[in-house]
């Protein structure tokens, strides 16, 4: 039995947790929560995470939900693999918090804004204001992380960490939803050095593997 088990669906930001445990060489499953079949509200699902969301770690039988959570736990289980910067000092390991929450409280919530605005309003129109407010909303916030990369492959200059996977991953939710790629290329560039790494492509196969299961089932999600 593996010691870890990632409940994810493809695109989601289960694909944080699941680039750190290949980046981690973790032995590890993944378990896919189909969508379009209700299975993250199904009984058994909300009894491991009654938010109903992905990603959920369970981890030595013990269920993880949260980002910014399992970031945690990951690099301190895998001390050896640099997940995130080691440091005693409560003020760095303050903003390493931080950036965390950078990604998971102010990020994701325009991701899911600007990609699937239906859900949260009613009506084509109203969908197409919401979408375009998020952009708008999100173009500061691009401007903060394309300054941070700005000189520096990675997020933290000491090397690649979770925060290079977290903000991949709301980079290719964004792009090809109508937020204006062509302005933010040093975004743009992480993005492509993500690419370049094993892990990364390990990583995207588990995805594809899932998307194609979801298709032979006739579940592929596609957003709006
Ligand atoms: N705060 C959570 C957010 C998780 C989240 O919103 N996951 C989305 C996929 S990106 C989800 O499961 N959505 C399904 C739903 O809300 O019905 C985290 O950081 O883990």
Redesign the pocket.
């Known amino acids: 039995m593996t010691e870890f088990t990632l409940h994810a669906a493809p695109g989601?930001?289960a694909r944080v947790p699941l680039i750190a445990l290949e980046e981690a060489g973790a032995d590890f499953d993944v378990a896919l929560v189909r969508?379009m079949k209700g299975e993250?509200r199904a009984p058994a699902y909300l009894a491991l995470n009654p938010k109903?969301?992905?990603?959920l770690l369970v981890a030595d039988g013990v269920p993880i939900?949260?980002?910014?959570a399992i970031a945690r736990f990951l690099a301190a289980r895998f001390p050896k693999a640099g997940l995130l910067p080691v440091t005693e000092d409560p003020l760095a390991e303050a903003q390493v918090t931080g950036d965390l929450a950078f990604c998971?409280a102010t990020l994701?919530p325009l991701v899911t804004r600007i990609r699937m605005p239906g859900f949260m309003v009613d009506g084509d129109e109203a969908a197409a204001s919401v979408r375009a407010r998020a952009i708008e909303a999100m173009r500061p916030m691009a401007d903060v992380v394309s300054a941070r990369l700005n000189g520096q492959d990675w997020w933290y200059d000491s090397g690649w960490s979770i925060l290079d996977a977290y903000v991949y991953w709301v980079w290719f939710r964004i792009t090809g939803a109508g937020f204006p790629a062509e302005d933010y290329p040093t975004w743009a560039a992480h993005a492509a050095r993500m690419e370049t790494r094993p892990a990364v492509a390990r990583a995207l196969a588990r995805e594809a593997d899932m998307t194609a299961q979801l298709e032979r089932e006739g579940l592929a999600f596609r957003p709006a």
Not at 52 to 55: L, N, T
Not at 65 to 68: F, Q
């Open positions: 989601t930001c969508f993250h109903g969301k992905v990603p939900s949260e980002n910014v998971a994701h």
